[in-house]
């Protein structure tokens, strides 16, 4: 099993593909993405270009798109299956899962398939998915830094002193909240109080919003907001309901993922990016096809400090206290 250092460990492995004979290494591979979500999603198009970055020149790829932000649960094993049937058509040279839903619904599968497979974007345990310890299996962790993000954000202002952490109502949120908050939804950290809270209506999450100032918040550390329903049970758009977010909170919002930093989005976040996870998981199916898999150790991803320029400047907060570290800055 291999989890994601770039770009430490990750040198190691591109040494190692470098070795690769010319005629091996221009054989085109079959490459199969199956996407938990669609394909015009930020974290989607995002680990895309990592992955056709690191394998643009030694594969074909083609991918599935599961839907499952935007499809009711019930209609998951049914998006499951027409992967598995595609799958079955297209015969692969590799596959990767894409993220949790991805994993959990089709992992067991393809291990049993003995095809080799990678998996990224995975917010919950491995284990549960059978991908652990699987002898065709590589793959690359998500773990947004949550806590760690809390403790480097609250020191851009003296006044941050509470502050909420929002999540839509998903896989993702469920995972973390697990994984890495051992399903605590109260906790302090680094003299900051923090409050874990997932809305499953879009009417509800804007309340939550509205209100957070009053709440005694001072700022809103953003994670998932994809799931949301509106008055008609549809899943409301990403774009809109960070546009609202952005008009409308009354206290400077952070985030999570970097699709979510941006001028009329969230200031400032401490973040893995989704292109740095897809270009990890094309370096982990190279291994496969060079046959370096088994000499392929750990690879972590190192996160980044993200920041936008107008809305730092909007909230009135700076970057001095986070100086010696790597900012990467955005408009």
């Known amino acids: 099993m291999v989890f994601g250092r770039i770009p430490q460990a990750l040198l190691i492995v591109v040494l190692l593909l470098s070795c690769i004979a ?4 221009g054989e085109q591979k079959k490459v199969l993405v199956v996407e938990s979500y669609h394909a015009d999603y930020a974290w989607d198009m995002s680990f895309m270009r990592g992955i056709r970055k690191g394998l643009g020149d030694v594969a074909e790829l083609y991918s599935f798109q599961m839907n499952t932000k935007r499809l009711p649960r019930d209609r998951f ?3 499951a299956e027409a992967a598995f049937d595609y799958y079955k058509q297209l015969k692969p040279d590799l596959v990767m899962l894409a993220d949790d ?5 089709l992992g067991r599968r393809f291990v049993a398939e003995r095809i080799p497979l990678v998996y990224l974007g995975i917010n919950g345990n491995p284990r549960n998915y059978g991908l652990h310890n699987a002898p065709n299996v590589l793959g690359v962790l998500e773990r947004p830094l949550v806590k760690r993000s809390v403790m480097l954000l609250s020191t851009l202002s003296p006044e941050i002193r509470r502050m909420l952490i929002l999540f839509d109502d998903s896989t993702t949120s469920f995972e973390i909240a697990n994984t890495q908050l051992s399903g605590e939804t109260e906790f302090t950290l680094y003299a900051v109080e923090c409050e874990f809270v997932r809305a499953t209506f879009y009417k509800n ?3 939550l919003v509205l209100e957070s100032k009053q709440n005694g918040y001072d700022a809103i550390l953003l994670g998932t907001y994809h799931t949301l329903l509106g008055d008609s049970s549809d899943v409301v758009h990403e774009d809109e309901a960070i ?3 952005n008009a409308n909170s009354p206290v400077p919002l ?3 993922w970097d699709f979510s930093i941006g001028k009329g989005k969230a200031a400032a976040g401490f973040m893995l990016r989704g292109e740095d996870q897809g270009y990890a998981a094309a370096m982990l199916a190279k291994s496969f096809f060079s046959g ?3 000499t392929t150790k750990l690879i972590t991803i190192d996160p980044s400090l993200v920041f936008s320029r107008s809305e730092m400047e909007r909230w009135h907060l700076n970057a001095d206290s986070l100086s010696n570290r790597k900012i990467v800055w955005v408009d």
Do not use: M
């Open 101 to 105: 839903n991805a994993a959990s619904l």
């Open 77 to 79: 094993p049914a998006r």
């Open 22 to 25: 010319p005629s091996q290494a």
């Open 254 to 256: 952070f985030a999570l």
């Open 292 to 294: 370096t898999q088994e």
């Open 243 to 245: 546009k609202w977010l």
């Open 205 to 207: 999450w804007k309340q």
